[in-house]
């Protein structure tokens, strides 16, 4: 059964930055696209950036030229290096597949104030 387990978040202040991690149990791992989501405060659950089993990366808009995924496949985790955050993005921040269903895991509290 697979398992996603994300940590890393925290309470900055606007311009500052956070590394998420999100440890992925199960063997699909390597040869799947992963992403990270958000969800802000009464808002739904949004995508944010992706990475491909390959290591390709894209981005949305509110978030491009700030922040930065990566993953380490022998880690099975993948990372979210987020800079120059601003206060809307607080949020929950959540790991899963792209393309496979899986539960969601409990996500990771980012809160960013100004």
């Known amino acids: 059964q697979v398992q996603l387990v994300e940590s890393g978040g925290g309470s900055v202040q606007a311009g500052g930055s956070l590394r998420l991690s999100c440890v992925v149990s199960g063997s699909v791992f390597s040869g799947a696209a992963m992403g990270w989501y958000r969800q802000a405060p009464g808002k739904q659950r949004e995508l944010v950036a992706t990475i491909t089993s390959g290591g390709g990366t894209n981005y949305e808009e509110p978030v491009k030229g700030r922040f930065t995924i990566s993953r380490d496949n022998a880690k099975k985790t993948v990372y979210l290096q987020m800079n120059s955050l601003k206060t809307e993005d607080t949020g929950v921040y959540y790991c899963?597949?792209?393309?496979?269903?899986?539960?969601w895991g409990q996500g990771t509290q980012v809160t960013v104030s100004s």
């Open positions: 899963n597949f792209r393309f496979i269903n899986s539960a």
